[in-house]
């Protein structure tokens, strides 16, 4: 039962450590262990140690893990893998956060 | 209009969103001017329905109630769909008229954030709303670093991570509501003990993630830096929508899951006070225009917020009237200060000098947008204010001078930073007798004897500021939509009936 808010703690710790760090890519993968930790909270408020498999015909229902929390976590990845590849692509552009010259983004029209 | 109409609001610019990306360029645009009139359209049907019908409620697909996706629409709802519906309008026609819309998926990707506005405006679902929420941001992030100055590359990352770090925050916290609650539906969660530590701490954590979303101070920081980056009209799109969502999502969770907030009334009011102040000051260190006006969008949210603080029917509706107005407004003034960088290639103080007398037009506009954001008459700017201090009064002790005071010193600060802004590119030399244009690291962009803003790209800032206009002259209607809106937060019966469907 301790192993669950355990790996959270670190997790957070060390993508909160991560934030804190110079440079994009750094600051990705801060994020990625970040929502890992989220995810772990969103399961551990279904799927508790004690629990059992959420398929029909596996067991009593009333002994079933939550599924409804296991959803959750797949769109918050779903959303959280978007999101990184995006930054990814902002690393590769700019060079600091406070670029001080134009980069070349290969764009050409005038806004 | 019946509750099944509900998804049509989310569905018809989400379809509009893959559209864009599919059928060619001319076609998308008109996609994008069809959607946020519809939206605004049916808001306004939305709003007839409710003068009789207190909520609307549909369960997407006819699943049970606790399982099936809800959505929900009451006066609140109702109101907030049709002011974002109008105000995306203006933005909309701002950018079509400028020509930036011509850029290939900036259709697409913005009817694809004004599902996601409405989706979160409608949803009545924690996890929806964090899901409806990420659907607003995903666009956003493209909108960012696709508009405006080469400067949004930075600050683009730190848009992104101020709100994915934000945006774990809330799914953490509604990941402990649904442990404590084995629910994140608004209507069965309003069954709970509020007074349950663990529900509220719970409850807390997704509070503390939507007001760094809406810029409450001490977790401001970001939207002045990020915002003025984009281009005028997306900009215009972010502060009538993004800051407006979190804020709407705060008034709706903490009147009906924690049955308002009277306990934290003292704490709530200092925080909402400084964010007032320190937006309102703030702008004084900023030398753009656009900067100028993020700050004074922070002292906004604080004027706002100032509702939920007060949390009696008059603060609640003070707040609603005071964010319809400020959407209006500020939209209105950003809108006047893309036609100006439309025109003269910059938004910087140090670029401008003597625009009174070279464009009357635009001076009109941003005049009365100035007065009404301070809080002057004739603009509804005035009815806002009045509204919270009138709200004020019912507190008791040293609470009302607190409020009154913040109020009035914030007023001062937006007057001060206003007549500075004003003083800068309204007043001074014409353009032929300026030292110097430019920031001195870049050539100064030259500026022909006959260039002026053309009065089209007037017209969008223009239709807002009437309506702010026409609420300073007929502010019973709005009002009264108010306080309708604030009487669904405080009963929340019709709420809950209307969704378990018992």
């Known amino acids: 039962m301790t192993v669950l808010p355990i790996t959270v703690a670190i997790l957070v710790a060390g993508g909160t450590y991560l934030l804190c760090q110079p440079g994009l890519v750094r600051i990705v993968f801060g994020i990625t262990l970040l929502s890992h930790g989220a995810n772990l909270v969103l399961l551990a408020s279904g799927v508790s140690a004690w629990r059992g498999e959420p398929l029909t015909g596996t067991g009593d229902p009333s002994d079933a893990g939550d599924p409804l929390p296991m959803a959750f976590v797949l769109t918050a990845i779903v ?33 | 209009m019946t509750g099944t109409f509900l998804p049509l609001l989310i569905v018809v610019p989400l379809v509009g969103a893959a559209l864009g990306v599919l059928v060619p360029a001319a076609v998308a645009r008109v996609l994008l001017v069809l959607s ?93 709303l964090f899901v409806f929420i990420e659907v607003m941001l995903l666009p956003s992030y493209a909108l960012i670093a696709m508009t405006g100055t080469w400067r949004r590359l930075g600050v683009g990352r730190l848009f992104v991570v101020v709100n994915l770090v934000t945006s774990t925050i809330l799914l953490i916290g509604i990941g402990l509501v649904y442990g404590v609650a084995g629910s994140v539906n608004l209507a069965i969660l309003t069954e709970m003990d509020a007074d349950d530590p663990r529900f509220q701490l719970a409850v807390a954590v997704v509070l503390l993630a939507l007001v ?100 009696t029917q008059l603060g609640l509706a003070a707040g609603l009237f005071y964010m319809v107005h400020h959407i209006l407004v500020m939209g209105s003034l950003l809108l006047a200060s893309g036609a100006i960088e439309r025109a003269y290639r910059t938004h910087q103080f140090v670029g401008l000098s003597g625009l009174m007398s070279r464009e009357p037009l635009l001076a009109v506009i941003m005049a009365l947008g100035m007065m009404s954001l301070i809080g002057f008459p004739p603009s509804s700017g005035l009815f806002g204010k009045v509204g919270i ?3 004020a009064a019912d507190l008791d002790g040293f609470r009302i001078w607190l409020v009154l005071g913040a109020v009035l010193l914030a007023s001062v600060g937006t ?88």
């Open chain 1, 79 to 111: 959303i959280t893998l978007a999101v990184t590849v995006f930054m990814l692509a902002l690393a590769r552009i700019g060079h600091d956060d406070d670029t001080p010259h134009m980069p070349d983004t290969g764009e050409n029209h005038r806004t």
């Open chain 2, 36 to 128: 946020p009139v519809l939206t605004t359209a049916g808001g306004v049907a939305l709003l007839v329905t409710h003068s009789d019908t207190p909520v609307l409620a549909h369960n997407v697909g006819a699943f049970v109630p606790g399982i099936a996706i809800p959505l929900v629409s009451d006066t609140l709802t109702a109101v907030m769909i049709t002011v974002t519906g109008l105000t995306t309008t203006a933005c909309i026609a701002f950018a079509r008229i400028t020509g930036e819309d011509r850029l290939r998926f900036f259709p697409a990707l913005v009817l694809m954030l004004s599902a996601g506005v409405n989706g979160a405006l409608l949803t009545g679902d924690m996890f929806n």
């Open chain 2, 212 to 311: 760094v979303k809406a810029g409450v101070v001490p977790m401001h920081g970001w939207l002045p830096r990020a915002y003025p980056a984009t281009s005028a009209s997306v900009m215009a799109l972010f502060s009538a929508l993004h800051t407006k969502v979190a804020i709407y999502a705060v008034f709706r969770i903490v009147q009906t899951v924690l049955d308002g907030a009277e306990r934290w009334t003292t704490p709530l009011l200092v925080l909402f006070a400084v964010t007032m102040l320190v937006g309102a000051y703030g702008s004084l260190g900023e030398r753009m225009i656009r900067r100028n006006l993020a700050w004074q969008m922070i002292a906004g949210v604080g004027y706002i917020l100032l509702g939920v603080g007060i949390g």
């Open chain 2, 389 to 391: 201090a009138r709200a």
């Open chain 2, 415 to 502: 007057l001060l930073a206003m007549s500075r802004l004003w003083a800068n590119v309204f007043w001074g030399p014409p353009f032929d007798e300026m030292p110097s244009r430019g920031s001195g690291r870049a050539e100064p962009p030259t500026v022909a004897e006959d260039t002026r803003v053309r009065a089209r790209t007037l017209l969008p800032a223009g239709i807002l500021l009437l309506t702010s206009l026409a609420i300073f002259v007929v502010p019973g209607p709005l009002w009264e939509l108010c306080l309708q809106a604030a009487d669904g937060l405080l009963d929340v019966g019709p709420y809950v009936e209307a969704v378990t469907g018992s």
